[in-house]
């Protein structure tokens, strides 16, 4: 068995349903279930022996210690976490809860279990952390893409968060010999994305009707890797990455903002036709938020030339499927539309 945090999520239950797809080996999935934590993504699992869940927070000592000494597992795989900048601006106490404290408390956690194994066992266990490019700060026009060497200089609650994560699953490994594995990946689309993101905001707020706010000149470029090849490069990093080591996983597709707001404008106009015209007249450009990185772009040549991966999905044919997902799952984004979802929307989009 492995144990999954956060794995209601977006990458996290996407995770869940490839591994359980791939193989047989049962997961365990904790998940505090906050606004972005949604079960309706593991429906599919609902009578599944061999997913197993449990609501329950990962700042929770006693209920890590009790779920690791009953059942055991052989990897934990790390995603819970709070991850939306722009949330982060608003509140940025709820992340270093999360972010922080929680992965320290299951780093002891696990490092306690770990310390009950027998030896074989000890060897073999895992613990993957999964984390974001954003720890690496922001890139200038035409400078060399972030590899697993450059510096941290991360610019907001969020990404600070994130990076003192990093150094706390690094500290864990070199003082206490914890197995730890960290990957930095780029920014995720695809099924079951909350929408607060870029992606999935422009595609429901365009079969709404509604303005398509685009931040600043929307020119801030980021790297674009569609969630099913990060869950592949997380499978790949667990059963043969170097211990201690960290892998950037991209996409390979350096896009601005709105080059990918107009392809998904393109998209939803070939697939679901606007009679009042094309998505792209509702186009409106708002105040960009605080501190906005300007560039992420990943190196990602050290998991392909040491663990032989790299994605399957290119930005046309990834985007192409996400944004019919949304058209097929009309009734999952409607349940995700909640109060709370409405009151954020005008919290952060109002004032712009």
Same mark, same amino acid.
């Given at each position: 068995?492995?144990?999954?945090?956060? *794995?209601?999520?977006?990458?996290?239950?996407?995770?869940?349903?490839?591994?359980?797809?791939?193989?047989? &080996?049962?997961? @365990?999935?904790?998940?505090?279930?906050?606004?972005?934590?949604? %079960?309706?993504? !593991?429906?599919? !699992?609902?009578?599944?022996?061999?997913?197993?869940?449990?609501?329950?927070?990962?700042?929770?000592?006693?209920?890590?210690?009790?779920?690791?000494?009953? +059942?055991?597992?052989?990897?934990?795989?790390?995603?819970?976490? &709070?991850? +939306?900048?722009?949330?982060?601006?608003?509140?940025?106490?709820?992340?270093?809860?999360?972010?922080?404290?929680?992965?320290?408390?299951?780093?002891?956690?696990?490092? *306690? =279990?770990?310390?009950? @194994?027998?030896?074989?066992? /000890?060897?073999?266990?895992? =613990?993957?952390?999964?984390?974001?490019?954003?720890?690496?700060?922001? %890139? $200038?026009? *035409?400078?060399?893409?972030?590899?697993?060497?450059?510096?941290?200089?991360?610019?907001?609650?969020?990404?600070?968060? /994130?990076?003192?994560?990093?150094?706390?699953?690094?500290?864990?490994?070199?003082?206490?010999?914890?197995?730890?594995?960290?990957?930095?990946?780029? #920014?995720?689309?695809?099924?079951?994305?909350?929408?607060?993101?870029?992606?999935?905001?422009?595609?429901? #707020?365009?079969?709404?009707? /509604?303005?398509?706010?685009?931040?600043?000149?929307?020119?801030?470029?980021?790297?674009?890797?569609?969630?099913?090849?990060?869950?592949? $490069?997380?499978?790949?990093?667990?059963?043969?990455?170097?211990?201690?080591?960290?892998?950037?996983?991209?996409?390979?597709?350096?896009?601005?903002?709105?080059?990918?707001?107009?392809?998904?404008?393109?998209?939803?106009?070939?697939?679901?036709?606007?009679?009042?015209?094309?998505?792209?007249?509702?186009?409106?450009?708002?105040?960009?938020?605080?501190?906005?990185?300007?560039?992420?772009?990943?190196?990602?040549?050290?998991?392909?030339?040491?663990?032989?991966?790299?994605?399957?999905?290119?930005?046309?044919?990834?985007?192409?499927?996400?944004?019919?997902?949304?058209?097929?799952?009309?009734?999952?984004?409607?349940?995700?539309?909640?109060? $709370?979802?409405?009151?954020?929307?005008?919290? #952060?989009?109002?004032?712009?």
């Amino acid at each position: 068995m492995i144990l999954v945090t956060g *794995g209601a999520g977006f990458i996290g239950s996407n995770f869940v349903l490839d591994w359980l797809g791939q193989c047989d &080996e049962p997961v @365990l999935n904790i998940d505090a279930l906050t606004y972005a934590g949604n %079960l309706a993504n !593991l429906a599919s !699992l609902q009578d599944d022996a061999r997913h197993v869940f449990v609501h329950g927070d990962i700042t929770d000592r006693a209920l890590l210690d009790r779920l690791l000494a009953e +059942h055991r597992p052989r990897a934990i795989v790390h995603f819970a976490a &709070e991850s +939306h900048v722009d949330r982060s601006i608003h509140g940025p106490g709820a992340f270093m809860k999360t972010n922080v404290d929680g992965t320290f408390t299951l780093l002891e956690a696990a490092r *306690g =279990f770990w310390h009950t @194994l027998g030896q074989a066992d /000890k060897a073999a266990f895992r =613990f993957l952390h999964v984390s974001t490019d954003e720890v690496y700060g922001s %890139l $200038a026009p *035409g400078a060399p893409a972030f590899t697993e060497d450059h510096p941290y200089e991360p610019n907001s609650p969020y990404s600070a968060s /994130k990076a003192a994560s990093d150094h706390l699953v690094r500290a864990w490994h070199h003082t206490y010999g914890l197995p730890v594995l960290t990957t930095n990946c780029s #920014n995720n689309y695809g099924p079951y994305h909350f929408p607060e993101k870029l992606i999935p905001l422009m595609i429901v #707020n365009a079969l709404a009707g /509604k303005p398509l706010p685009v931040y600043g000149d929307g020119q801030q470029i980021r790297d674009w890797l569609y969630v099913r090849d990060h869950c592949s $490069a997380i499978r790949t990093v667990l059963a043969r990455g170097r211990l201690g080591q960290t892998y950037n996983v991209g996409g390979w597709n350096e896009m601005a903002n709105l080059d990918i707001v107009r392809t998904v404008c393109g998209l939803l106009d070939e697939l679901r036709p606007d009679p009042a015209g094309p998505y792209s007249r509702l186009i409106t450009f708002v105040a960009d938020r605080p501190g906005h990185d300007r560039r992420y772009a990943i190196d990602a040549r050290r998991i392909e030339r040491e663990l032989g991966w790299r994605p399957a999905e290119t930005f046309a044919t990834g985007i192409r499927k996400t944004v019919q997902w949304y058209l097929d799952h009309a009734d999952w984004v409607a349940q995700v539309q909640s109060g $709370a979802y409405r009151e954020w929307v005008a919290t #952060n989009y109002a004032a712009r």
